[in-house]
């Protein structure tokens, strides 16, 4: 084999790399002689990945309910690794949080193409949740949601932290409370949070304990990530732009795209799930948390809105109906 200078090169910024964190790079190059071959199964973990549905009962469909649940997760994450590339500007860190370049400023280029990202990734959920509502045997799933008490898909940390990631605190308040909380600290905002109301126990009007779990597993990570993001969200950064660059249209399309996609889509195809499973002429029967999903999931309810400056008022008071997914088509 020659020794190429690109080769001599690449040793050379090898070299470099392992003295700056004083490694010895002739141990790393054993390393890889003993090293065995990489294999997909290895690297995506699949066999441990297929071992991760643990159902509570025998009915078959409930597999189907795990693992949905669980490919939601993913995306969300998916979606995580896109804000915060949003977040610090496309910048690269190592693991031991070196900086490794990139931008020192949020381009519209890549803010516009992150977003598409995190569209992809929610009208990709949003279009197979037919899974959810068509997917599983209804008699089965009423058995055994019984046995997932006081469990609840409201209880996903990652879509929270999603939607602290997207805007101010302020506009995820209850709507009713907004206006009174203007000028609050964050800590103070967290306390009302449009989606605690959604879990208080329709009988007692007292927090369902499925409700008392969540805030006692993440409260804390919510506030520290509401703090952290208090000038890194996407509303924050928007705003951070030149005026010229706050005017570019397919910006904005992505950002107006993807307050329908969190905070109408989603919710509306779960409304849709729910109605199918738990709508009855005898009645609706109570989520498996306890959260009044009649109230709570349809958005003309929540009036819940990532991007407010970006919607005229009528478009706002429309909030949830076909009238403005039409209008954003339109645009």
């Known amino acids: 084999m020659e020794w190429t200078k690109e080769i001599k090169d690449k040793i050379e910024k090898l070299d470099s790399k392992y003295a700056s964190i004083g490694q010895d790079l002739p141990a790393y190059l054993d390393g890889l002689l003993y090293a065995n071959p990489l294999h997909y199964w290895d690297y995506t973990y699949v066999d441990t990945l297929l071992s991760l549905q643990h159902p509570k009962?025998?009915?078959?469909?409930?597999?189907?309910?795990?693992i949905y649940h669980q490919i939601t997760e993913l995306y969300f994450k998916l979606a995580m690794l896109e804000l915060d590339?949003?977040?610090?500007?496309g910048?690269?860190?190592?693991?031991e949080g070196q900086d490794m370049g990139w931008n020192?400023?949020?381009?519209v280029e890549l803010f516009t193409e992150r977003l598409k990202r995190i569209n992809s990734y929610f009208e990709v959920l949003t279009s197979s949740f037919g899974i959810m509502v068509n997917g599983?045997?209804?008699e089965q799933f009423l058995k055994f949601r019984m046995s997932l008490l006081p469990s609840s898909g409201f209880q996903s940390a990652q879509y929270r932290l999603i939607e602290i990631s997207c805007t101010h605190l302020i506009n995820l308040t209850h709507k009713d409370e907004?206006?009174?909380l203007i000028g609050s600290s964050i800590d103070d905002m967290a306390q009302h949070l449009y989606w605690k109301d959604g879990a208080i126990d329709m009988k007692t009007g007292k927090k369902t304990l499925m409700l008392e779990n969540f805030e006692k597993k993440y409260m804390a990570q919510f506030i520290d990530r509401a703090h952290d993001f208090s000038d890194k969200n996407l509303l924050a950064k928007y705003q951070q732009l030149s005026v010229e660059?706050?005017?570019?249209?397919?910006l904005i399309h992505q950002l107006r795209l993807l307050d329908l996609n969190v905070n109408v889509n989603w919710p509306l195809v779960h409304y849709k799930s729910a109605v199918r499973y738990l709508s009855s002429k005898d009645g609706d029967a109570d989520a498996t948390g306890g959260t009044n999903w009649q109230k709570y999931l349809?958005?003309?309810f929540q009036k819940r809105i990532f991007f407010p400056e970006l919607w005229t008022k009528e478009e706002m008071e429309n909030w949830g109906r076909q009238w403005v997914v039409n209008a954003l088509n339109e645009s």
């Open 85 to 89: 590339q949003i977040a610090h500007n």
């Open 91 to 95: 910048k690269l860190m190592s693991e």
């Open 178 to 180: 907004r206006e009174g």
């Open 136 to 138: 599983m045997e209804k």
């Open 57 to 66: 009962t025998d009915f078959p469909d409930e597999q189907i309910f795990i």
């Open 298 to 300: 349809p958005p003309r």
């Open 104 to 107: 020192d400023s949020l381009s």
């Open 245 to 250: 660059d706050q005017q570019d249209k397919d």
